[in-house]
């Protein structure tokens, strides 16, 4: 039995979604108290784009295990996960857009607004994440997707 990508994909994304906000915030906290420069929001960038990375190849392989899932769970059913996760790579390239925009502000009140707005969206890509990754759960946990790998 071939395994699947898409399931063993997905957790890198989930995952960064959740610890990027606690990472930002810490590095907020560390650069209003001058512990670090404002280079040292490359880690933040590379981070991001880690997560820009996986949940785009966490939608491809989706997209690959689509037809194959099809023949077991309702198309409708496959389609609102593929929506929340089209959603999802959305709003995290506008942040990880943002993200490169407030990098290049000048320092001051303008870098610290942005920020705090990057901070705020990050924390917002969390209901993004939730709601993909309960879509998925739903197809395999009450309609049986994973049946459709054990034919």
Not at 55 to 77: K, S
């Amino acid at each position: 039995m071939d395994l699947p990508l898409h399931p063993m994909m997905v957790h890198l994304p989930l995952g960064l979604v959740v610890v990027l906000p606690v990472v930002t915030a810490i590095f907020f906290i560390l650069y209003r108290m001058q512990f670090l420069n404002k280079a040292s929001y490359v880690l933040i960038l590379v981070l991001h784009s880690f997560l820009l990375g996986g949940a785009y190849i966490a939608e491809e392989t989706g997209e690959e295990d689509e037809d194959l899932v099809e023949q077991v769970v309702a198309e409708h059913y496959i389609e609102d996960h593929e929506e929340k996760a089209e959603a999802f790579v959305a709003a995290v390239t506008v942040s990880f857009v943002l993200h490169l925009v407030f990098f290049f502000l000048p320092m001051g009140a303008a870098f610290h607004a942005g920020l705090v707005l990057a901070l705020v969206m990050q924390a917002g890509l969390i209901y993004f994440a939730y709601e993909v990754g309960h879509a998925g759960a739903v197809l395999v946990y009450e309609h049986g997707a994973a049946e459709a790998h054990r034919q």
